[in-house]
């Protein structure tokens, strides 16, 4: 069994990259892929952990890129991706950067309304070289008792329109694929089953990014209802793409959901792991 979409502290997981081998090889996993939100911080420590133990497992280098279609938010992974690719880095920069912006005025919006979060808290929650997402906010309201849980504290005040929403630059998806191919990596699209789309305009989607070099969609998904993986699967072969599946673990920001098996019956198979590994 594999897990190709999984998450560490160097985004909005809570468990640190060497954490994950550890995990995944008491799973029983043969591979897994790190896909991080806009960051490839923690590859390098999830191998080079996993060599130096000879845990036999497979770790593969990824991204999970967020996007923007139709003002709908759509996230690319990019898997087995040549992550120290200069080009690559460059190229999605400024949108890391104005990730980092929007923290910045967040962080302002909290000291005028005098909520305790500052960049010295985060720091010291999650680490200097965490990328800070709104998720990562929600943890901190949650833990100081502004909110019950992260839903409320996105309904309240993190979520689009809420008094401590920040707009970002974001890049579109078909940027999104190109960048991943500069990487030499295979452009996936994540969890088809989360976007508000209708079937016309997300198959419209798909058949536009397949041409810019889209390889495949995430089929098989923790949060898929009855007939979902069919339908998307359906999406790929029309399109000539491949499938791929992944747990998108959190750790304990996402309470219930297990690397390898989602909310318990999730199984993505060892033979999807061949389209990813190609060059």
Same mark, same amino acid.
């Given at each position: 069994?594999?897990?190709?979409?999984?998450?560490?502290?160097?985004?909005?997981?809570?468990?640190?990259?060497?954490?994950?081998?550890?995990?995944?090889?008491?799973?029983?996993?043969?591979?897994?892929?790190?896909?991080?939100?806009?960051?490839?911080?923690?590859?390098?420590?999830?191998?080079?952990?996993? +060599?130096?133990? /000879?845990?036999?497992?497979?770790?593969?280098?990824? $991204?999970?890129?967020?996007?923007?279609? &139709?003002?709908?938010?759509?996230?690319?992974?990019?898997?087995? $991706?040549?992550?120290?690719?200069?080009?690559?880095?460059?190229?999605? +920069?400024?949108?890391?950067?104005?990730?980092? /912006?929007? /923290?910045?005025?967040?962080?302002?919006?909290?000291? &005028?309304?005098?909520?305790?979060?500052? &960049?010295?808290?985060?720091?010291?929650?999650?680490?200097?070289?965490?990328?800070?997402?709104?998720?990562?906010?929600?943890?901190?309201?949650?833990?100081?008792?502004?909110?019950?849980?992260?839903?409320?504290?996105?309904?309240?005040?993190? #979520?689009?329109?809420?008094?401590?929403?920040? &707009?970002?630059?974001?890049?579109?998806?078909?940027?999104?694929?190109?960048?991943?191919?500069?990487?030499?990596?295979?452009?996936?699209?994540?969890?088809?089953?989360?976007?508000?789309?209708?079937?016309?305009?997300?198959?419209?989607?798909?058949?536009?990014?397949?041409?810019?070099?889209?390889?495949? $969609?995430?089929?098989?998904?923790?949060?898929?209802?009855?007939?979902?993986?069919?339908?998307?699967?359906?999406?790929?072969? +029309?399109? #000539?793409?491949?499938?791929?599946?992944?747990?998108?673990?959190?750790?304990?920001?996402?309470?219930?959901?297990?690397?390898?098996?989602?909310? #318990?019956?999730?199984?993505?198979?060892?033979?999807?792991?061949?389209?990813?590994?190609?060059?």
């Amino acid at each position: 069994m594999i897990d190709l979409h999984l998450h560490s502290t160097s985004s909005d997981g809570s468990f640190t990259p060497s954490e994950l081998v550890d995990y995944a090889i008491k799973k029983n996993l043969t591979a897994f892929a790190l896909t991080d939100h806009d960051t490839c911080s923690g590859i390098d420590e999830a191998i080079n952990y996993a +060599r130096s133990i /000879n845990s036999g497992l497979t770790i593969i280098p990824g $991204i999970e890129l967020s996007t923007k279609y &139709e003002n709908e938010s759509v996230h690319i992974l990019g898997l087995n $991706i040549d992550y120290k690719n200069q080009e690559f880095l460059e190229k999605i +920069r400024p949108f890391v950067e104005a990730r980092y /912006n929007r /923290n910045a005025q967040m962080l302002e919006l909290f000291k &005028e309304n005098n909520i305790p979060i500052t &960049e010295d808290i985060l720091v010291k929650r999650f680490g200097k070289d965490t990328v800070i997402t709104r998720a990562h906010y929600a943890i901190l309201m949650v833990e100081s008792g502004m909110v019950k849980d992260k839903d409320e504290a996105f309904e309240k005040y993190l #979520g689009h329109g809420c008094k401590f929403y920040i &707009e970002r630059k974001h890049m579109t998806p078909f940027e999104a694929v190109e960048f991943i191919k500069i990487a030499g990596g295979h452009p996936v699209m994540a969890h088809p089953v989360l976007y508000d789309f209708d079937d016309a305009t997300l198959d419209k989607l798909v058949c536009d990014l397949q041409k810019c070099g889209l390889e495949g $969609i995430e089929a098989i998904y923790s949060c898929n209802k009855d007939g979902d993986e069919e339908k998307y699967t359906a999406l790929a072969n +029309r399109y #000539g793409l491949y499938i791929t599946g992944g747990s998108d673990f959190h750790g304990t920001a996402k309470p219930g959901l297990e690397l390898g098996t989602g909310y #318990g019956d999730l199984c993505v198979p060892d033979e999807l792991l061949g389209n990813v590994l190609a060059y």
